[in-house]
T-cell receptor
Framework: DTEVTQTPKHLVMGMTNKKSLKCEQH?????MYWYKQKAKKPPELMFV???????INESVPSRFSPECPNSSLLNLHLHALQPEDSALYLC????????????????FGPGTRLLVL | AQKITQTQPGMFVQEKEAVTLDCTYD???????LFWYKQPSSGEMIFLIY??????QNATEGRYSLNFQKARKSANLVISASQLGDSAMYFC???????????????FGTGTKLQVIP
């Protein structure tokens, strides 16, 4: 099973709402990632979790709050978002890299398309 | 710092023809990994092909091949016998192999939108 699932597929929220994005994988991967992708742009890394601990926060505003409750799940809690936060949010997972070069890729979910009104 | 450059914002190719998507990169690292991903309009990033910096042979995966020229720091994707389903955005990406945390720190290029014409 090489699938990463994300829910919901689409989300519309107001600037005062609180919502959560969910991501799940059952590949035994211990690294999980959140990316933000604006239209016609490459994905931008937001957060990286390694062994359920936050390893990278790419200076993301505090209105985005990640959570990794266990090795299979990754959440992104949203609160008081701005219209410019409207984007495709991609989750990915990967094995933690062993020494040497390996052909290990990140596996991406289908994304959540978020619209903030 | 790593940098990936894709100079072709958009390309057209006739169905059944081959097409080359350009990618150049810049890094001071000796060990790195190069990837190509396909992103259809549905949004999912689909892994296509991988080339390690120490691999002496060009990578191939079915209709996809990677023309790796290390001295020129280029990693072009060649798609043979294009199909209508190949219409998508294609991203070249580089993985930082010196990351001690074990996770993948990946830098993406700006992408090339490929349209296959019947």
């Amino acid at each position: 099973d090489t699938e990463v699932t994300q829910t919901p597929k689409h989300l519309v929220m107001g600037m005062t709402n609180k919502k959560s994005l969910k991501c799940e994988q059952h590949m035994g991967h211990r690294a999980m990632y959140w990316y933000k992708q604006k239209a016609k742009k490459p994905p931008e890394l937001m957060f990286v979790y390694s062994y359920e601990k936050l390893s990278i926060n790419e200076s993301v505003p505090s209105r985005f709050s990640p959570e990794c409750p266990n090795s299979s799940l990754l959440n992104l809690h949203l609160h008081a978002l701005q219209p410019e936060d409207s984007a495709l949010y991609l989750c990915a997972s990967s094995q933690l890299k062993t020494p040497g070069q390996v052909k290990e890729t990140q596996y991406f979910g289908p994304g959540t398309r978020l619209l903030v009104l | 710092a790593q940098k990936i450059t894709q100079t072709q914002p958009g390309m057209f190719v006739q169905e059944k023809e081959a097409v080359t998507l350009d990618c150049t990169y810049d890094t001071s690292d000796q060990s790195y990994g190069l990837f190509w991903y396909k992103q259809p309009s549905s949004g999912e990033m689909i892994f296509l092909i991988y080339q390690g910096s120490y691999d002496e042979q060009n990578a191939t995966e079915g209709r996809y091949s990677l023309n790796f020229q290390k001295a020129r720091k280029s990693a072009n994707l060649v798609i043979s016998a294009s199909q209508l389903g190949d219409s998508a955005m294609y991203f070249c990406a580089m993985r930082d192999d010196l990351n001690s945390g074990g996770y993948q720190k990946v830098t993406f290029g700006t992408g090339t939108k490929l349209q296959v014409i019947p």
